[in-house]
């Protein structure tokens, strides 16, 4: 499985973006697929994970009420929304898939696949 995130940029405090995973491969649909982030200097930090069928989704506190993630397995995506920034949401932002859910919720130690990186930048 080949995961690639985009959809990053330089927003205002108060706006929206939207990011994409996109994944390859034949079970990228059988698998979890979650965001985490990682601002300069700080640690990487779980945001939230969608199951394989898009039934069922984990939101850390921190993005609760502001993000929304979904899944298109037509397309083999993920997208997440992202609604009221703020400038403590500049990271970079990873995507990544694997076929435990819990371990996103861990903090994502031991997840099988990654993507490169997304910079998301919010001006205050």
């Known amino acids: 499985v080949q995961l690639q995130a985009s959809g990053g940029g330089l927003v205002q405090a108060g706006g929206s973006l939207r990011l994409s995973c996109a994944g390859s491969g034949r079970t990228f649909n059988s698998y979890a697929v979650g965001w985490f982030r990682q601002a300069p200097g700080k640690e990487r930090e779980f945001l939230v994970v969608?199951?394989?069928?898009?039934?069922?989704?984990y939101y850390a506190d921190s993005v609760k009420g502001r993000f929304a993630i979904s899944r298109d397995k037509v397309k083999n995506t993920v997208s997440l929304q992202m609604n009221s920034l703020i400038p403590e949401d500049t990271a970079v932002y990873y995507c990544?898939?694997?076929?435990?859910?819990?371990?996103?919720?861990?903090?994502?130690?031991?997840?099988?696949?990654w993507g490169e990186g997304t910079l998301v930048t919010v001006s205050s």
């Open positions: 969608i199951n394989w069928s898009g039934d069922s989704t």
């Open positions: 990544a898939a694997d076929d435990i859910f819990t371990r996103f919720i861990s903090g994502g130690s031991g997840i099988k696949y």
